[in-house]
């Protein structure tokens, strides 16, 4: 991890940009610098044809033109940031042309109106020419999955695969000047060249300098959400969360979906999907229900439809008419306008803080009404995202940090987390899509989507398809469970069979163990510009990796393969295609299984388990407890999950304690607590400390779990300085050592496993007999298939001959296949002459775009 500092080192800044420490909360400003270095501008032209380009990087070039000689230096949604040191570059210009060259691109220009054959940007061996539109052929995100039944179209990222070059139109985009919006001149042209040639991370890192950072979230944010479209009343909704903690499935966040108000007005009035009044039929006690939701350790949420404005039946209608100095006397409404200041500052400063003084901790902005207001090129989106999270400031001693939940309004939106994606229908095409959408919006640097975990309506009630699409959430950005207004359709666990409510408990129960752990995540995407949630090809330039569009890296070191499709009625196991990078990887979820990579692999679970990978070297910090109460105090047990085989190291970060830095916005990343964790695979020493900046008289609980571990005699190898106990389970040593308080001093401590510890080889045999006892097929059949595979003496090649003219179908021939052939270091392997069912590696996404150049992905072909 980028943040990890030497064990006995200081804490680091690796944060080098500008200070982005916010001023005193205030809507109407916030940190920018959009005027480009002069030194990094040429410019020129005549009447009718004005030209400027600005080298911001040796790799990132801005092009604009206008006929009347104006340029844009303002702040746009995409570009908060120009103002770059100045790179390296050579001009070259004549009467009749500029040219512009870096080590990494050639612009060439003809000094007239920009047209394909006058304005080109060669990187590599391509060649870009000016056509108006954004590209970027591996994608980005979308405004909503609304509707969606699986895949939809995505505008494109700053991201490329088949060509050296992306780029950003901004010539439409809205723009702020002193803090408010304005809009562009007409027919100016504006936008970026990214010349990256598959060096993704460094386009990404490049873009967040351009636009800004992601910023960090509340830890709170991290855990359980529970949200449902329905007309709960006070009882119900309290009654709710209280079942929740009697069937121990901790939440953080209670949304409540927009019957809070109401709902079913007068006709003369329109419709009731906007409202701002309690419903006292259902809520008679609005004040009494927060605080009782408080005290129940969770963070409150109320959705507001905006559009329809202010209506006379509202309780605030006449206080905001006041403000508005707007005429009551015929019950007038008062209209939503996003373009009118006076509006925005009775919306945020009457109508919504007197609701948030009553506990509304942060907003669901349910913005479905499209990108016009009465100002063409202003997206009342836009204008709600960004002035929705500057107001959320205000909130920063309830909240930690500033926050809002809305769709996505375009390049930029990661500046205002967390997204909302919209009403999916409940179908397995949909969680197909989700996991690739996810990653890709990484393309655009947009890292913080929450989905409708479950999906939201229509479709059939399955248990399956809620386990999975749980486990997904479980690994994904945010979890959230959420579903329609409908008697048929909740995400309650108990209100599915005993074995999908399990896993549905196991997973929620995970993901608030995991807050240490994404918590740290969150640190590195908003101080490193490294998303949570990141297509494969971002970390391997082997073609491979853009082949697997469902699998992707969860933080620097997990590799996550959401099962999508339903299991096999032969093995009762479901299937996923997966890519193995070069390494020795075992699942946290399945150490039973290691597999050597560099090569595709069909990884088969039960209902219970999702693929997760870890790599020698590996180590994850959960919270130490299983049982927990709601809300995201500090924990005081701390396990780690340790993969041996190789060098690891981990830096946890956790919140500044000093009072001032908790409650910044962006505190420097010096004043988070921050305990780096290193194994040494050679001397088999695991070094934990010392904690920078925390309480020194703060101890806590330490577990090791040593996974896919269980050869060695670990208990004499630590020795008597802990109190140590040792248990196996589940293929892995568990090692509790009790409470340890060494801080005082800035110390250490230290624990020996024994030197050079590797994964388990797997056991053929048993894993085997394990898969083909669950399969429902035919006895005989059965006994064959173990035979061939565990007893048989014939050489390899002619036992395979043999399993494959079986005729088992795919789904068997590949769960045999992905034991036999997991782990070369096994007798009797089959690594490297595996034989797969479809006899083929998975092809490869074919990505096309529509008519409006969002990219469309059809399935991978079998």
Known sequence: MALLHPAGSGPQEIHQDVDVKMAAPNRYSFPSNPVANPKAVVKGGAKGSYYRFTVLTPRLVRYEWSEDGGFEDRVSTVAFWRNFEVPSFTLIETTKSVEIKTDFFHLTYDRKKFSPEGLSVKVGKDVWKYDGKSYGDLGGTTRTLDGADGRVGIAPGVLSRNKAYAVLDDSESMLFENGWIAIRRPGRKDGYVFAYDRDHKAAIKDFYRLSGKQPVLPRWTLGNWWS??????????????????????????????????????????????????????????????????????????????????????????????????????????????????????????????????????????????????????????????????????????????????SRYAGAGSHRYPIGFSGDTLITWASLQFQPEFTATASNIGYGWWSHDIGGHWGGTRSNELTARWVQFGCFSPILRLHSEKSQWNSKEPWKYEPETEEVMKKYLVLRHRLIPYLYTMNIRAAYDDEPLMQPMYWNHTDERAYTVPNQYYWGPDLIAAPITTPHSPTTLLAEVKTWLPEGKYVDLFHPGLVYDGDRYMYLHRPLAEIPVLAKEGT?????????????????????????????????????????????????????????????????????????????????????????????????????????????????????????????????????????????????????????????????????????????????????????????????????????????????????????????????????????????LVSPMVE
């Not at 949304?255 to 419709?271: F, L, R």
């Not at 409404?333 to 919306?347: E, T, V």
């Not at 902005?365 to 990108?371: A, F, L």
């Open 228 to 405: 449902r479209y329905h007309a709960y009343s006070q009882e119900e909704y309290l009654d709710l969360m209280d079942r929740f903690k009697n069937h121990d499935v901790p939440l953080t966040v209670g949304v409540i979906d927009m019957d809070w108000h109401w709902v079913n007005i007068p006709p003369k009035y329109g419709s009731g999907w906007t409202g701002y009044s309690w419903n006292r039929e259902l809520f008679p006690d609005p004040d009494g229900m927060m605080k009782e939701l408080r005290s129940r350790g969770l963070k409150v949420a109320l959705n507001d439809h905006p559009a329809d404005g202010v209506r006379a039946f509202e309780d605030q209608y006449e206080e905001v008419a006041n403000f508005l100095h707007h005429d009551t006397s015929k019950g007038a409404p008062i209209r939503f306008d996003c373009c009118d200041q006076r509006f925005l500052d009775a919306y945020f400063d009457v109508l919504k803080a007197n609701l948030e003084k009553q506990g509304v901790d942060f907003w669901w902005i349910d913005w479905q009404q499209g990108e016009r207001s009465r100002i063409p090129g202003v997206d009342p989106l836009w204008v709600l995202n960004h002035y929705h999270y500057l107001t959320s400031q205000r909130n920063v001693k309830i909240t930690d940090k500033p926050i809002t939940f």
């Open 619 to 855: 180590i994850v910090v959960l919270d130490g407890k299983t049982k927990f109460g709601n809300g995201v105090a500090r924990p005081t047990d701390i396990e780690i999950l340790l993969v041996v085989g190789a060098d690891g190291h981990f830096e946890l970060v956790e919140e500044p304690e000093n009072g001032k830095d908790e409650l910044s916005v962006q505190p420097p990343l010096s004043a988070f607590v921050r305990t780096p964790i290193t194994w040494s695979q050679k001397q088999g020493k695991l070094t934990i400390g010392p904690r920078w900046n925390g309480d020194p008289k703060f101890f806590r609980n330490w577990t090791v779990k040593l996974v896919g571990h269980t050869a060695s005699n670990v208990a004499a190898a630590v020795g008597g300085e802990f109190q140590v106990e040792v248990k196996r389970e589940e293929h892995c040593t568990i090692i509790h050592l009790g409470d340890v308080h060494r801080w005082s001093g800035g110390g250490t401590f230290e624990i020996s496993f024994g030197s050079d510890l590797q994964l388990d080889v797997v056991d053929v045999s048993a894993r085997m007999h394990e898969m083909l006892y669950r399969c429902e097929m035919g006895y005989q059949l059965k006994e064959h298939v173990w035979w061939l595979t565990t007893q048989d003496g014939e050489p390899i090649e002619r036992r395979l001959e043999r399993l494959d003219s079986l005729g088992l179908g795919a789904s068997l021939m590949n769960a045999i296949m992905e034991i036999w052939a997991a782990d070369p270091r096994a007798p009797g392997s089959v690594t490297g002459s595996e034989v797969w069912a479809d006899g083929e590696a998975p092809k490869e996404a074919e990505k096309v775009k529509d008519e409006d150049g969002y990219v």
